[in-house]
């Protein structure tokens, strides 16, 4: 019963707050026009708009142009549930609500795990309104070319079921990176510095050479994007041969990450005396 208690606080604390519906509205808004906005403009290259042959698809051969749309919600949008995740344990440090947490609940792990879990429901949630913001805008500006938006699909489905699994995956990872640097300005920078830029960085760095392509398949984006099977950054590093890993192997990968960042992070600053 302890466990269960520490879950039901663990989601109490999170909707008694604006954070949660704040960031799943941005998430919302953003993927969404994202995927609208280069629907249209794929959508418009293809159909013969820019003075090309009608029906060439703008990206590279083998690449099918509405999984590159819908995935948009995963592939850039896994940093709100990152956060979410983060936040949801360095504001616990901040605020200094440790302290009456961990007299309810002695057992420290526990409150931990109850944190993982309940960030997993959530994170799983921000997929489901990531890829209802992607599929629904994003087909409809393909719809509105005439082009093939593939929802009849049971592979495009199972892309979609994919997707909320990686973005409840990072919901962990982020509770993780909260326990393990429990500064929530600190988080914050790095959350923003890598998903923005250094990953995306390395991956485009990494693809001119194989060796490192190799490499680079197992950063967390990397393997996130291989667990959905469909990214926008897939197109946007040209360069090395490396293919992607497995689809159930970037989700281990993506397990792993949160795994050890929150072990690590429980075996650090969670331990120490917080009053």
Same mark, same amino acid.
Request: net charge positive.
């Given at each position: 019963m302890t466990f269960t208690r520490a879950l039901s606080a663990e989601f109490l604390k999170l909707f008694s707050t604006r954070l949660w519906w704040i960031l799943a509205l941005t998430l919302f808004l953003y993927v969404g026009a994202m995927a609208g906005g280069l629907g249209a403009l794929f959508g418009w290259v293809a159909s013969g708009g820019d003075g090309s042959a009608a029906g060439v698809s703008p990206l590279p051969p083998g690449t099918n142009l509405h999984a590159v749309i819908y =995935?948009?919600? =995963?592939?850039? /949008?896994?940093?709100f549930p990152v956060l979410l995740g983060a936040f949801a344990v360095t504001g616990e440090f @901040?605020?200094?609500t440790l302290t009456p $947490?961990? %007299?309810? $609940?002695? @057992? @420290? /792990?526990?409150? %931990?795990?109850?944190?993982v879990v309940a960030m997993l429901v959530v994170g799983a949630l921000f997929g489901v309104i990531a890829w209802a913001a992607t599929v629904g805008l994003g087909a409809a500006a393909l719809g509105s070319f005439g082009l093939d938006t593939s929802l009849e699909s049971a592979d495009t489905w199972a892309l979609i079921g994919r997707g909320v699994l990686a973005?409840? %995956?990072w919901a962990a990872v982020g509770v993780g990176l909260g326990a393990l640097v429990p500064s929530q300005v600190a988080a914050l920078i790095i959350v923003i510095a890598f998903t923005q830029f250094v990953e995306p960085v390395l991956r485009l760095a990494a693809s001119f050479n194989d060796v490192t392509a190799n490499v680079a398949r197992f950063l967390p984006g990397a393997a996130s994007d291989a667990l959905v099977g469909a990214s926008f950054y897939a197109i946007a590093t040209p360069g090395g041969n490396a293919e992607a890993l497995i689809w159930w192997q970037g989700g281990m990968v993506l397990l792993a990450i949160g795994v050890v960042t929150t072990v690590a992070g429980y075996f650090t600053s969670w331990r120490r005396d917080v009053t």
């Open positions: =995935s948009m919600a =995963s592939s850039i /949008g896994y940093v @901040r605020h200094q $947490t961990f %007299l309810a $609940t002695p @057992r @420290r /792990g526990i409150v %931990l795990a109850a944190k973005m409840a %995956l």
